[in-house]
């Protein structure tokens, strides 16, 4: 959560929050004057994340499909997403519609518990040159939705991009 660069009073937004175990972390960032925000476009996630105390005073819960925020334009400084861009039919849509809501100057960061590599190898798969996580492929599609590029880590153990809105 220190990438993302959140301070407090500001608002954090998870994307494809599911139970919302991240939701905390972002809490401490933007501290108790600040907005937490999980999004999941499946109801039993949230209620699954209302049940383990993860929403009232620590996070608003939203039913919402990532492609189509009800958010007004510019109004959030940090997205976190984990596992989710490369689950979308449309990635490249989706990172325009994140950027629509991000305030220039705010940060995106994507992040998998595991590798591109790891996760094909667990799947018994050969690595895809189509990945959208792949870096060749995630680079030009970040540009493209309004974002640069800051930081793309492929390791073994995790997945993170780091990204900051522009314009």
Same mark, same amino acid.
């Given at each position: ?5 959140? #301070?407090?009073?500001?608002?954090? *937004? ?26 999941? %476009? ?24 990532? *492609?189509?925020?009800? *958010? ?13 861009? +490369? ?14 809501? %991000? ?26 040159? +189509? ?10 599609? *970040? ?8 930081? /793309?880590?492929?390791?073994?153990? /995790?997945?993170?991009? #780091? ?5």
């Amino acid at each position: 959560m220190a990438r993302m660069g959140l #301070r407090p009073g500001q608002t954090a *937004l998870d994307l494809g929050c599911g139970t919302g175990r991240v939701l905390p972390a972002l809490r401490a960032e933007v501290g108790d004057k600040g907005t937490v925000l999980g999004v999941d %476009v499946t109801p039993a996630m949230l209620t699954a994340a209302a049940r383990e105390g993860r929403d009232g005073d620590l996070a608003h819960l939203l039913v919402a499909d990532c *492609l189509r925020l009800p *958010l007004p334009s510019g109004t959030v400084d940090g997205i976190f997403s984990a596992g989710l861009l +490369d689950h979308l039919a449309e990635p490249a849509a989706a990172l325009r519609e994140w950027a629509r809501v %991000v305030r220039p100057g705010g940060t995106l960061l994507l992040f998998h518990r595991s590798g591109r590599a790891e996760r094909a190898a667990r799947h018994c798969r050969p690595l895809s040159p +189509d990945d959208p996580l792949a870096e060749p492929n995630l680079r030009p599609m *970040l540009t493209a939705g309004g974002w640069h590029t800051e930081e /793309y880590d492929d390791a073994r153990a /995790y997945f993170l991009t #780091r990204a900051i809105r522009t314009g």
